[in-house]
């Protein structure tokens, strides 16, 4: 039984995978804090799937790029949670988990994370049968320039994420042939999560508990904003 946690936006969801079937899932949007609906979340959903502590066999979380505040929250739940049990702990970058709503789909998927300022993190991903292929690294860029250059592919471009759904207008005005993904497809969901996880589990291909961190992929706005007063790289 493999517990998946995603953390990494205003989304809050939780699932548990057993042998390829999704046993439960809860995924929220209340705007609540992280902090105070994770645990009491994975708490009953364990309880109404009637699945005891000692059934988990592994912890997955989901490691950015995102809010930086949810991502560490998720990632402390997570490690504590991996440490307490003694299971292993996976982590699955966020736009990996987010491609993994679209199994088997024909055309290119592009995820789209909010990066504030009008930027955002971009990743592009292809299924080819059930295999999925990175076709762009994680990136951050001005959405103007992503939606320009997805253009020139002249292709059907699915979207989803916090950052698609932030600039939909955009999006449509850019191609015809651009879509939004639905509602159900368009967030982070921790079923997903977890089928991207159990993928590594069953090669045993797992995570340092002590030594995962999340992949923000840029630095947070208090940290420049130090540099800029202090001349000087923050030490962490």
């Known amino acids: 039984m493999l517990l998946a946690i995603e953390t990494s936006s205003l989304v809050s969801s939780v699932a548990l995978l057993h042998e390829q079937t999704l046993r439960a899932e809860l995924t929220i949007q209340a705007r609540l804090t992280h902090s105070e609906q994770l645990m009491p979340h994975i708490a009953d959903m364990l309880e109404k799937a009637s699945v005891p502590k000692t059934a988990i066999d592994a912890v997955a979380v989901s490691i950015g790029p995102g809010s930086f505040t949810g991502l560490r929250i998720g990632m402390a739940s997570a490690k504590g949670l991996s440490f307490g049990w003694n299971v292993p702990l996976i982590g699955i970058e966020t736009p990996t988990?987010?491609?993994?709503?679209?199994?088997?789909?024909?055309?290119?998927?592009?995820?789209?994370?909010?990066?504030?300022?009008?930027?955002?993190?971009?990743?592009?991903?292809?299924w080819q049968g059930m295999h999925l292929q990175?076709?762009?690294?994680?990136?951050?860029?001005?959405?103007?320039?992503?939606?320009?250059?997805?253009?020139?592919?002249?292709?059907?471009?699915?979207?989803?994420?916090?950052?698609?759904?932030?600039?939909?207008?955009?999006?449509?005005?850019?191609?015809?042939?651009?879509?939004?993904?639905?509602?159900?497809?368009?967030?982070?969901?921790?079923?997903?999560?977890?089928?991207?996880?159990?993928?590594?589990?069953?090669?045993?291909?797992?995570?340092?508990?002590?030594?995962?961190?999340?992949?923000?992929?840029?630095?947070?706005?208090?940290?420049?904003?130090?540099?800029?007063?202090?001349?000087?790289?923050?030490?962490l």
């Not at 088997?104 to 292809?126: F, R, S």
């Open 134 to 235: 990175e076709l762009e690294p994680v990136q951050v860029a001005p959405l103007t320039e992503v939606l320009a250059q997805l253009a020139t592919l002249g292709k059907a471009v699915v979207f989803c994420g916090d950052g698609s759904l932030l600039g939909r207008t955009q999006i449509e005005a850019a191609s015809p042939q651009f879509r939004l993904a639905p509602p159900t497809m368009v967030i982070p969901r921790a079923g997903s999560l977890a089928l991207a996880a159990d993928e590594r589990y069953s090669r045993q291909d797992v995570d340092d508990c002590m030594t995962l961190t999340p992949a923000y992929k840029r630095r947070s706005e208090a940290e420049v904003l130090w540099e800029k007063r202090h001349g000087r790289a923050l030490c």
């Open 97 to 126: 988990a987010l491609a993994w709503n679209f199994i088997g789909a024909k055309d290119p998927v592009c995820v789209l994370i909010d990066a504030q300022k009008g930027n955002v993190y971009m990743t592009l991903y292809e």
